[in-house]
């Protein structure tokens, strides 16, 4: 039971890391044999971030909210066209004004050749908002890139714990298989003595035959998860992986009311949705200034022309338009109507404001809850480690005993088996619980925002 909860930890965390999906690099041609690789976790968390494509990513949508943030002040740049036509009259362009007969034109008394240049800015209030909620976006999306990291770390540093998990579970079956043959050859010597009989004895040997199996399986299933494991580091496909850690948790005394007071309103989720929030108003007050505020228009324009053609590069031909400059004040009365779309779209707007104000409040509550929750769990991790510690002890002695007492005659197999099952149980307790006390401690650490290492307990 306690091999079927390791599998299903792994596997509850492979899950969580699926969504990563790294880059591979290509192995060394070079060398023939797989690359192995020794990675502490603070190693495996670096590599994959430096790999992740999912990073990656959000870097690229940071980066776009940085350039809109920077280039906020382009909307003061104005708008200018230029154009430039030829234009063929089915009439000589001259006709009327000289009184000649068709005759005396010539091709180019139909042409005509124009330009022009026109320049435009349509100033509002509306503008600094707008400026000011670029700024605010690229604000939340740096609080969305620091998500995007810690939850990168904290899969990575999980998942990285639960393949010691899967370690330690392999090497508590290796040592179980070792007893079990060590216990089979003690029955084949007992069996040739005359002190057990043959049924005991192939019964030893079917409990031995029966753990191999199992533990290739459970070595086999170890090297795919870390294959995997691997792969989502970024790292060249058939590079071996060696882990170099320990689960030995540093156990912390928590305050949980200093630790609310410091850290709640630091969670990762609660700033994002105050820059939500942030971001809101800022439109909302861009959304009134539309339609409260008129719009000041500037606008100069210069289309000069020539006709017919043999004027067109004259000294004189752009006089006959010089331009103008224009300056309108625009205010759309019928928006500030109760019943208009954009008098609607500001209503919205501050009820969407309200809801997140609503989700706010609740989110702040499940976070505390969340909180205690966690520091509740993790005192009970440590009692439970506790006295899992001192259980190990006791099933650790009384299978020694019944080990003795099985050489000398006078226990059963079935004593052996049953004393081992006990204190392969109490080991196997014993690192799952500091596994879960690793990674309460990782998700309290997420959930707060901070590092606990600061108030560090040793055992």
């Not at 998990?165 to 043959?181: P, R």
């Not at 030995?248 to 990762?268: A, F, G, K, Q, R």
């Not at 104000?357 to 609740?362: D, Q, R, S, V």
Request: proline share 2%.
């Amino acid at each position: 039971m306690k091999k079927n909860k390791t599998g299903a930890v792994i596997a509850i965390v492979l899950c969580l890391c699926s969504f990563m999906r790294l880059p591979a690099q290509q192995p060394d041609s070079a060398s023939s044999k797989p690359d192995v690789i020794r990675l502490t976790v603070d190693q495996a968390v670096d590599y994959a971030m430096e790999h992740s494509r999912t990073l990656k990513s959000a870097q690229i949508d940071l980066e776009i909210k940085r350039r809109a943030k920077d280039f906020a002040w382009n909307v003061f740049i104005p708008s200018v066209n230029g154009t430039a036509m030829v234009r063929r009259s089915n009439q000589a362009v001259a006709s009327g004004m000289q009184g000649g007969s068709a005759a005396d034109h010539t091709e180019k008394d139909h042409w005509t050749i124009s330009g022009g240049v026109s320049v435009s800015l349509d100033l509002s209030l509306a503008l600094i908002d707008g400026i000011r909620a670029n700024s605010a976006n690229y604000e939340a999306g740096l609080i969305t890139w620091e998500q995007a990291v810690k939850q990168n770390e904290l899969s990575i540093r999980k998942l990285f714990y639960a393949l010691l998990l899967q370690q330690e579970s392999l090497s508590i079956q290796e040592e179980s298989l070792v007893n079990a043959e060590q216990r089979m050859n003690q029955a084949r010597v007992n069996y040739r003595n005359g002190r057990v009989s043959e049924l005991e004895y192939l019964q030893a040997q079917v409990t031995y035959e029966n753990k191999k199996p199992q533990l290739l399986s459970a070595q086999q299933s170890l090297r795919q998860q870390l294959d995997m494991f691997a792969f989502m580091l970024g790292m060249p496909v058939g590079t071996q992986v060696e882990l170099d850690g320990v689960i030995e948790p540093l156990y912390l005394d928590l305050n949980v009311d200093e630790l609310l007071s410091e850290y709640l309103m630091s969670n990762i989720d609660i700033l994002a949705l105050q820059k939500n929030i942030e971001l809101q108003k800022i439109n909302l007050g861009a959304q009134k200034m539309q339609v409260f505020s008129p719009v000041l228009s500037l606008s100069w324009g210069w289309q000069p022309y020539a006709s017919p053609l043999d004027t067109a590069f004259g000294d004189n031909w752009y006089k006959k338009d010089e331009g103008a400059f224009a300056a309108t004040l625009s205010w759309d009365l019928f928006d500030m109507l109760p019943f208009s779309a954009s008098f609607q779209k500001i209503r919205d707007t501050q009820d969407q404001i309200r809801q997140y104000e609503i989700e706010m409040e609740t989110l702040i509550e499940n976070t505390e809850l969340d909180i205690r929750t966690k520091i509740d769990a993790l005192a009970s991790y440590r009692a439970t480690i506790a006295a899992n510690a001192a259980n190990i002890k006791l099933a650790q002695r009384s299978y020694d005993m019944t080990v003795i007492a099985y050489r000398n005659g006078t226990r059963e197999l079935l004593d052996v088996r049953d004393a081992e099952n006990q204190l392969n149980t109490a080991k196997l307790g014993l690192i799952n619980e500091k596994y879960n006390y690793l990674a309460g401690v990782l998700d309290l650490e997420y959930t707060l925002n901070t590092k606990l290492i600061k108030t560090e307990m040793t055992e």
